[in-house]
């Protein structure tokens, strides 16, 4: 099952894959990070259908075409803004849900669409503050849970900006692995 899990530094814009998942923010019209490259990659066919959706609520998810994207689809997901302290220590925290739900819509999504492969950024990592391992210990455990419950999907992969954020889900998918 593993194996359908790889992590990689790189540039989700650039993926090969069925589905690109996007950092938004609810308005959906675009923003900076990871957002802001997908807009650009895509051309101006991607905003004019974002704007046909009317926003989306934080841990919600909604799908358009991928235009000038190498992917066929992006599906737009609103994570939370992290709230905590910046130490993010373990208690259970309302944003920790929030996160969870944008991993499980993404994949919903792929149940819905012919979307065999999809590639997500760390979503919530960048302005919006989350914990980096707090935040790939949950997107980790969450396709994993997924893909233990459905076969269709063949690949997940988490693209990482930076070599230091690669290293991050190495350790979340180990210590996944350890936890089994
Ligand atoms: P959010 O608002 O959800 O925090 P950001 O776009 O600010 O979203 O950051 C999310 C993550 O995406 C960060 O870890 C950032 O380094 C990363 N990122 C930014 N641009 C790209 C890109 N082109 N490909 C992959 N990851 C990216």
């Known amino acids: ?37 997908i807009h650009r990659a895509a051309g101006p066919q991607l905003l004019a259908e974002c704007r046909q959706l ?10 358009t075409q991928g235009y000038n994207l ?10 939370p803004v992290w709230r905590g302290s910046s130490l993010g220590r373990d208690d259970p925290r309302p944003e920790d849900e ?22 997500f950024p760390a979503i919530s ?9 707090r ?3 949950i997107a980790v455990r969450e396709v994993r849970q997924f893909l233990a419950r459905n076969s269709a999907l063949e690949l997940v992969l988490f693209v990482c900006f930076s070599d230091p954020d690669r290293s991050i889900y ?3 998918l180990e210590g996944s692995h350890r936890a089994r």
């Open 70 to 79: 190498p992917a066929k689809w992006v599906i737009h997901t609103v994570g």
């Open 98 to 119: 929030l996160l969870a739900r944008c991993y499980r819509n993404c994949l919903q999504l792929t149940q819905e669409y012919p979307i065999a492969t999809i590639a």
């Open 54 to 63: 009317n926003g989306c609520e934080t841990g919600e998810a909604k799908i």
């Open 135 to 137: 935040a790939a210990k």
């Open 1 to 37: 099952m593993s194996d359908r899990i790889e992590v990689l530094r790189g540039d989700l814009t650039q993926q090969n894959v069925d589905a690109i998942v996007n950092a938004a923010n609810s308005s959906l019209l675009g923003g900076g990070g990871v957002d802001g490259a």
């Open 170 to 172: 190495q350790q979340a």
């Open 125 to 133: 990592t960048g302005v919006y503050r989350f914990p980096k391992l």
